[in-house]
């Protein structure tokens, strides 16, 4: 296809705002997925992603499309996700475009993440077209949305694209000015290859499946291909595109899309960010990659059934393939046994691999509270990283100790600016700016501890706003504070997988919560139960679990079947996400517990 024909774009949005909506109706108007068999949304591939309504693998589609003036155009639609956790996956999606639609929910308005991703457009150069979704709805105030977008993006909005993503309405002109108003890309065909690798997954039948955006030159099958930074080559086994179901393509030319494969084993063998050249001409100028992703938060993994550990070890081997932001490696805990710990890059990405691996590979785990990496420098010298709390060295070796900050970003209405100061000063966030981006909305920032974000931060800045606030954050830099760890003993003896590490102010009221919290999630049992929370070898709170009462018991041998079996169903049930610690049954939500204390 000829450049000036093919127009490669994404749509970016805040959350629920209707990105997947939209992105539906484009494909059924353009006649690609009819509306018939379009029983859910195509474009999110897995179940659990239409369950929780979010995308979480790129996913491109190409659509031909013949336009008002007779012209045939091919429209490279390039999904992108929308949480925060996964920004890193729509910076590199956004490189493979020219423009990017910004749908905004014409209800709602600008909201944080609307700003991180237009951020992210802007700073790959793409063309930008306000969209406002959702403008049937009668709460929909699409010239109060558009000034909003002006001052607070300072975009053009004079004439938006107005449109209902769930009824329809609007959306062929939107396709219409997709083809008038984005850039075609540019290319020399005749240069060397560069073709820029934006996402790529492992296939059980194929291998290493590629998707990438050339830029200049060109790529048939046969071709013998050339990864730039490793300098390995391959043969181009199958060339072709999604829409939606894969079709193959002879040949590829500068600013089209597409997916090779090339009996590449690994993930590693093609890199997001890297370059394909030729082997017989290479580029010397490849594309400048994009900064690699580091997991932020780390996980104890454990097998429910310790006999079950070499089966996780081969699920996760298995979702690495497709997740290259999740890392695993073994580790043992006195409490727990063998298992993993595993990073991941927030709290989402924790639930979406928890949630496959039960689904996908019948894993039973137990799953430990996240913990951020601490930097340790010990007083001989030393410079350590701690994932895992129970494993920070003793206070008498530690000469400072550092946690990472996060800028946060958070949208409010006027309203709820005072409870949001006071949430975030609750969880030591230093106030650097405040401004109002219309009469009634506030753009907060603030510089705070990562681990207070990642606790319940979320939850509680919904609960405290009516669920109006938004939120955007970043990691910045490292800074040293005043941390301990808090220990959690059960029946006297120390559970390494409770351990956490807290503000030293807070740890009094912390542990005593922890302890409480702990006290509701693990159930009675013929003994009594002693739950203590520790700093060091001071005891600072203690709750008490009280036994079973033996006539309580005796009743459950009883005469009465159906209560019987009723109860040893409810075991059986129990028992999936379970623990058993000397003879203590410790269920999976106690050692989350520590995420609800704070
Ligand atoms: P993710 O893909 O999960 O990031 O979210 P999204 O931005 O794609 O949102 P999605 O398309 O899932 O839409 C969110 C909700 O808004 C859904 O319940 C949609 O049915 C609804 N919705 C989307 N577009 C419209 C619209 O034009 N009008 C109305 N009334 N509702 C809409």
Not at 155 to 168: E, F, H, N, Q, R
Not at 255 to 276: H, I, Q, R, W, Y
Not at 451 to 468: C, H, P, Q, R, V
């Amino acid at each position: 296809t000829d450049t000036k024909n093919i127009r490669n774009f994404s749509i970016i949005a805040h959350i629920d705002h209707g990105k997947s909506t939209l992105a539906d109706r484009i494909l059924e108007l353009t006649g690609v997925v009819s509306a018939r068999e379009q029983k859910a949304q195509y474009l999110d591939k897995m179940d659990l992603e239409r369950e929780r309504g979010i995308t979480i693998k790129a996913q491109t589609v190409r659509i031909p499309y013949t336009a008002k003036d007779g012209g045939q155009y091919v429209l490279n639609l390039i999904d992108t996700p929308g949480h925060v956790d996964f920004s890193y996956e729509v910076s590199r999606s956004l490189a493979a475009c020219e423009g990017a639609l910004l749908v905004v929910d014409a209800s709602q308005g600008v909201e944080a993440q609307t700003l991180a991703n237009v951020y992210l457009a802007l700073d790959n150069d793409l063309e930008v077209l306000p969209v406002l979704n959702k403008i049937d709805l009668p709460s929909a105030e699409p010239e109060r949305v558009s000034k909003e977008i002006e001052e607070v993006i300072g975009l053009d909005c004079t004439d938006p694209a107005l449109v209902s993503a769930k009824s329809g309405l609007g959306v062929a002109d939107l396709i219409e000015r997709i083809v008038t108003m984005l850039p075609p890309p540019k290319g020399d065909a005749a240069a060397p290859l560069r073709a820029l690798i934006f996402d790529s997954w492992y296939d059980t039948y194929l291998g290493v499946v590629v998707l990438f955006r050339v830029l200049d030159g060109s790529l048939k099958k046969g071709d013998r291909i050339r990864i730039y930074s490793s300098g390995r080559e391959f043969e181009v086994m199958k060339l072709g595109v999604f829409s939606p179901e894969s079709v193959e393509v002879a040949q590829f030319g500068p600013g089209e899309v597409g997916f090779l494969c090339a009996n590449m084993k690994e993930l590693s063998d093609a890199p997001v960010g890297d370059t394909v050249t030729k082997a017989d001409r290479p580029t010397d100028t490849p594309f400048p990659g994009f900064k690699k992703v580091k997991p932020m938060v780390f996980s104890g993994l454990y097998p429910v059934e310790p006999n079950e550990y070499e089966m996780l070890k081969v699920a996760l081997e298995k979702l690495q393939l497709n997740d290259a932001a999740f890392t695993f490696e073994p580790e043992t805990s006195k409490a727990l046994g063998f298992g993993f710990r595993c990073g991941f890059l927030g709290l989402l990405h924790i639930e979406i691999i928890q949630e496959r691996l039960e689904r996908e590979f019948q894993a039973r785990l137990i799953t430990t509270a996240p913990s951020v990496i601490y930097k340790v420098d010990t007083t001989d010298g030393r410079h350590l990283q701690i994932d895992n709390p129970s494993l920070l060295p003793d206070p008498s070796t530690i000469a400072a100790l550092y946690e990472p900050y996060a800028r946060v970003e958070i949208h409010v209405p006027n309203d709820f600016v005072g409870n949001v100061l006071g949430l975030c000063e609750e969880k030591r966030g230093i106030q650097k700016d405040m401004k109002y981006l219309t009469a009634s909305r506030v753009v907060i920032t603030y510089e705070m501890p990562f681990a207070e974000i990642m606790y319940d931060f979320f939850d509680k800045l919904k609960s405290s706003t009516k669920g109006y606030a938004s939120l955007d954050y970043e990691i910045i830099d490292y800074r040293q504070s005043d941390l301990v760890r808090l220990d959690i003993l059960i029946n006297t003896e120390a559970v390494d997988a409770f351990s956490v590490i807290v503000h030293r102010q807070s740890a009094y009221p912390f542990g005593r919560s922890l302890a409480e919290k702990l006290k509701k999630s693990i159930p009675r049992q013929m003994f009594e139960v002693i739950i203590q929370a520790a700093i060091g070898n001071k005891i600072i709170a203690k709750e008490r679990v009280a036994p079973f009462r033996k006539d309580v018991i005796a009743k459950c041998y009883g005469g009465d079947i159906t209560r019987k079996r009723k109860l040893l169903e409810k075991q059986k049930e129990g028992k999936r996400r379970m623990r058993r610690m000397g003879n203590v049954e410790i269920p999976q939500e106690a050692f989350l517990a520590v995420l609800k204390a704070g």
